[in-house]
C-alpha cells in the first residue's frame, strides 16, 4: 500500500485596494449643461511649457446659454502653450488593472481657438510617490473647424508598481495665439475594465525525499485577484511522477482554489517537473509552476539461492523493506569466453517481475555458454525505470555495466570458475577450469585444465603444470575458498623459479572476482596483489621477478627484482603482509632477503578477495623451449592481522631484534600487570619448534632470548618462523626471519 503524506501550508495573499470599476469620474452621461459643477475648479488647469503663468479655468455661462464650455484664459504672449488638468485627484490601481478612458470634445470653438490647435486624452500609471511610472495617449485630433470628436483609449495592464491612476485632458494651442481660449467637453469619464488577473501561491513546490512508491501531496492555491471571472481552462504536468487533483474551474474575484499536487517519484535521484496552468488572464494566459523532489529506494535485494558453476539451475532471490509491486528486478551474467555481461533471462525480456511475498526467480541460463558465468548480478529497479538503454545482448555483450545501475540496490555474487575442490595447506581449493579445453580464458589468456594431471597434491605439497594436449597448451591455478583480508600471506615455493622459461609465469596473489562490479571500474582492480616471477617472454631480462599492487602500470606500484637459487636449493619463500596502511613484500632464498614497502594510493580494503596461485603462458604464448613444466608449492599461510600487523586482545609491544638474524634474537615485550606468559615459536607450518617460557612474570619490560635452536637444542634451518606470545589477557603474534 502507498503511504501518503500531505503537507499543510498557510497562505495569507495580500490584495491592493479595489473600487468600484465604473464611473471612476462619475455619470458617464455627463453633460455640463446641466451639471456644470462636474468641472474642476479653478486651479487644475497646468500650462505644461509656463507653470508660473498659467491662465484660469472658468466654469459658467460664458454667453448665457447652454451648452457651458471651458474657458482657458493664456498670457498675452505668442508662445507655444499646452494645457493639461487631471479630471479628478488620483485613483488607487493595482498592477495588471486594465483602465478605458472616453471624453467627448468640441475644439477649436467659434472664438479664438484657432485651427491647428489640438486635444487629447491621458491615462498615467503612478507610483506610491505619485510618481508617473508609464502614461498612455488616446489619438490626437486636430481640426481646422468646430466639431465633436469622441477620444477613447484602453491601457495595457498596470505595470508593476503601479499605486495610483490618473486621467489627463491635454489641450494644445499653436505659437501666436494669447487671450482665451474656449472649448466643448462632455461624456468624460474613466471606467476600470472588468479582468481576471491570476495569483498562484506558492510559484513553485519542493516536495523533498521520497521512498519510490510512497506518495505524498502538497496544496497550490490559484486566486483570482482581478475584476472578472478567470477561467482556469487547464493544469497539465509534464511528468507523470506529478498529478493533480483538478484541473479546470472558475473564479469570480477575490475567490481561491486548492490544487492538490501530489508526488510518486517512480525513479531515484532528483526528479524535476512543471505544471502548466491556462487561463483567460490577458496578460498571464499560461504560468508555468516548477515542481522538483527526490526519489529514494529503501529496499534490498538478496540471493537465497545461487547455482554452482556450470549448473543449470534458477536464480532465487528475496525483496524486502520495499513494496515489491513498484519495483522489478535486472539480473546480469558476466561470461568471460561469451565477452562479458548478459541480460538475463533475455534481451527480449530483461525484467523478472517480483511475487507478492518479495520473492523472485530468474532463469540464468538460456543460451550459449551462461551456466559458466563468473559473476551474477541483480538490481532492484522502478518500474518507471527505462531499461531500454541498459540491455546486453541478444548479438553482443557489454564490456561493463553502466555505473548508473550501481545507484540501485544489488546482490552480486561470484563464482569460482571450477567443480573440482582439493586441500591443501589447511585450506580448501577450486580448481580452475575453462569450459571446454579449447577454451581461453585470463590470464594470457589460456586454457586452464583440472584435470589430475595437471593439479594434484603429494607428501611434497601442490603440483601445478603447464602441459600439451595435442595442438593445445593447457595451465593450472587454484582458487583458496576462503577470504583472509587483511593478514601476512606466505608462499614456500620448492621449485628452480629463476629457471623458468621465458613464456612461463608463476603467480601468488589474492584476486577480488567481484570488485569492481564494471570492469573499467579502477577503484579497487580486483584487490589484486602479486608476486610474481617471470621473464615476460623476453629472454635477456634482467629482472625475473616483481612485487605489485596493482595497477601494476602506476609509477610506484611496480618493483622488479632478479632472483638467483643456486645448485640443488631450489626452496625460497615469499610474504607479503597487507594492512591498511601498507603492504610489506618479502621473498626469502639462499640466506638473500629482498624487501619492499608500498604505501601508496591503490592499498585495497578487503571484500571477498582469496589468494589463488597459478602457473600460466604469457600472452598464450606456447613455452619457447616447448617443454612442459612443473612447480612445487609446499606452503601456503595466511594469517589475519590488524592495522598494527598483530592480533591484539591486549597491548604488550612485542618485538624481536634484530630481525633478520643469526643466530639469535631478542624477544621483548612489555607487561601492564603480573600475568602468566607463555613464548612459543613455530615454523611456517604451524608446527611449534621451542617454547621459550611458559611461567609467571611480573608486569613491567622483559627480554628474552631464542638461540635459533629446536627443543632438542638442534639449530633449526634457514627461513620464517613466528613466535606467539599468550596470557590470559593478551595474544600476539609476530614474524621473524633466520638468515644462516
Known sequence: MKKIYLITAFIMIVICNQVNAQNLLGDPSFDESTNPGGFPNSGYWNDSHYPAESGAVLVGDYFNSPPYSLHVYTDDDSNYHAWSAPYQDDISCCPGRIYQGSAFICTPSEFS????????????????????????????????????????????????????????????????????????????????VPTPDIYIYPDSLNFGSLPIGEIITDTLVITNIGTDVLTISNISSDNDDFEINITNFNLNPDESQDVLVSFSPSSIGEIEGSLTVFSNDPDEPTVTVPLIGEGLITGDINFTSVPAWSSFDDLYGQVSNADSSFYKVAVYIFVEPAGGWWTKPYAADPLTTIMGDGSWITDITTGGIDEYATSIIAFLLPNGFDITNYICGPDSACSTLPDTLFNYPYAIECRKPGTRTISFAGYDWIVKKSYEITDSIGPGPNNFSDSNENVFVDEDGLHLKITQEGEDWVCSEVIAEQSFGYGTYTFEVNSRIDLLDENIVVGLFTWDDCSPFSLDNPNEYYREIDIEFSKWGIPQNEFNAQFVVQPWDTPGNLFPFNIQLSGDDSLSTHIFTWNEESIDFQ???????????????????????????????????????????????????????SNDNTIPIGKTNLINYPNPFNPETVISFSLPQNSKVEVSIYNIKGQKVKNIINDNLIKGKHNLVWDGKDESGKPVPSGIYFFKMESENFLEIRKCVLLK
Open 113 to 192: 481657438w484657432q485651427p491647428g490647435s489640438e486635444a487629447f486624452i491621458k491615462i498615467s500609471f503612478r507610483d506610491i510617490y505619485h510618481s508617473e511610472i508609464i502614461q498612455y495617449e488616446s489619438p490626437h485630433y486636430v481640426s481646422s473647424y468646430p466639431v465633436w470628436e469622441s477620444y477613447e483609449l484602453i491601457t495595457p495592464s498596470a505595470p508593476d508598481g503601479t499605486e495610483y491612476v490618473r486621467f489627463i485632458i491635454y489641450l494644445e494651442r499653436p505659437y501666436g495665439i494669447v487671450g482665451q481660449s474656449i472649448i466643448n467637453v462632455d461624456d468624460c469619464f474613466l471606467t476600470e
Open 587 to 641: 621473498s626469502i632464498y639462499n640466506n638473500t632477503v629482498v624487501s619492499w614497502s608500498y604505501s601508496g594510493d591503490n592499498i585495497p580494503v578487503p571484500g571477498i578477495e582469496s589468494p589463488r596461485i597459478n602457473f600460466w603462458l604469457f600472452n598464450g604464448n606456447a613455452p619457447a623451449n616447448n617443454q612442459e613444466a612443473e612447480i612445487v608449492i609446499s606452503i601456503v599461510d595466511t594469517i589475519p592481522v
